[in-house]
């Protein structure tokens, strides 16, 4: 089945910076887009940042200049780099594929950006 583990949240002063990991599992990795999203709390789950199996990124304008999304298809990873990191970046993280018309969520990574 399916399988989404996120890891590399944490807590983090404004500014700082943090590296996300999201292995993916029972998906042919390589030819498949993967995503970010993020949840604050009492908010909706919005994207961060999606990359397509040929390595075209996209950014949600909060974000933009200030994460990049990456992968390794060798390690059936999809990474994401944030930088400058701001209180308002703190939520949950969520690994996303869109596989065989199905929608798979990770379970999240806590990101918590404070003095």
């Known amino acids: 089945q399916v399988q989404l583990v996120e890891s590399g949240g944490g807590s983090v002063q404004p500014g700082g910076s943090l590296r996300l990991s999201c292995v993916a599992s029972?998906?042919?990795?390589?030819?498949?887009?993967m995503g970010w999203y993020r949840q604050a709390p009492g908010e909706q789950r919005d994207l961060v940042a999606r990359?397509?199996?040929?390595?075209?990124?996209n950014y949600a304008d909060s974000m933009k200049g200030r994460c990049t999304i990456s992968r390794d298809n060798t390690k059936r990873t999809v990474y994401l780099q944030m930088n400058s990191l701001k209180p308002e970046d703190t939520a949950v993280y969520y690994c996303?594929?869109?596989?065989?018309?199905?929608?798979?969520w990770g379970k999240g990574t806590l990101v918590t950006v404070s003095s």
């Open positions: 029972g998906i042919i990795f390589r030819s498949t887009g």
């Open positions: 996303n594929v869109q596989y065989n018309g199905m929608n798979y």
């Open positions: 990359i397509t199996s040929s390595g075209i990124t």
